[in-house]
Each structure stands twice: as structure tokens, then as C-alpha cells.
């Protein structure tokens, strides 16, 4: 069974007090028992929050086989741009992604593709 005050701090009262305060602060304890400590909170919150997909192997089989590679590009065969933006908006929301990546996994080559783009804007 569990219960939202399992993992509640101890009671404790401060030492030395005059007659009598020691054994209320006990008692207020245990009447209202104290929640656990924000960073506990927050780790059990972050526990919870569903994690992002990891990336696929750059070596991996490509999941689209009959996609031409120049999908979603607005040269070559394959759909277009998707809902009317244009180039510059792609190189944004691409940079934006790039940068997203590189948080995650640094490298020299990513920082260099990176710097390619906002050369490129």
C-alpha cells in the first residue's frame, strides 16, 4: 500500500526548547506530515515526462525507400516545400533542428554544418 506521505521526512524538533514545545512540534508533525522536498518533486516529475525518440543510425536502412531524397525540397523530384515556405523559413526551421541535435550530441563536423547555414541566411 502506498500513500502519498510514505516517503515523508522524519519528525524532528529542535533541541534545548522550553517545556512542552519540543513534543508539539511532534505532534504538528504528525497531524500535518511535511511533504517531500522540491528537488525530489521535481526529480519524480522529470521521471515521468516521456523522453524524445532517439536518432536513428545515419547507417541505417532508410525508412522511406521509394521517397526520392529531394522530398520536401523545392529542386527535384518529390513534393515540394511543405505548406507554402519558402527557403529561407526551411533554413530556419532546419537550423533550428541542427542546433536542437548539436545540444544533444556536440561534434566539430554539426558545429561546422551549423556555421554552413548561418553563413548561408
Known amino acids: 500500500m502506498s500513500d502519498a506521505y510514505d516517503q515523508s ?8 526548547q522550553t517545556y512542552g514545545k519540543r513534543k508539539q512540534q511532534e505532534e504538528a508533525q504528525r497531524a500535518v506530515p511535511m511533504g517531500r ?6 526529480a519524480q516529475q ?16 532508410t525508412r522511406r ?3 526520392p531524397i529531394t522530398a520536401g525540397a523545392p529542386f527535384g523530384e518529390g ?12 533554413m530556419d526551421d532546419a537550423l533550428l ?4 541535435i548539436y545540444n544533444s ?11 554552413f547555414y ?3 541566411l
Not at 522536498?37 to 521535481?42: L, N, S, Y
Not at 522529470?46 to 536502412?61: H, N, V
Not at 513534393?79 to 526551411?90: C, K, L, S, V
Open 118 to 120: 548561418e553563413d548561408a
Open 97 to 100: 533542428e541542427l542546433r536542437a
Open 9 to 16: 521526512p522524519a519528525i524532528m524538533a529542535a533541541r534545548n
Open 46 to 61: 522529470a521521471a515521468r515526462r516521456p523522453r524524445p525518440a532517439a536518432p536513428g543510425s545515419l547507417t541505417a536502412p
Open 65 to 67: 525507400p521509394t521517397e
Open 79 to 90: 513534393p515540394g516545400p511543405m505548406f507554402g515556405m519558402t527557403e529561407p523559413e526551411m
Open 37 to 42: 522536498a522540491p528537488a525530489e518533486i521535481q
Open 105 to 115: 550530441y556536440p561534434s566539430q563536423e554539426l558545429a561546422d554544418i551549423i556555421q
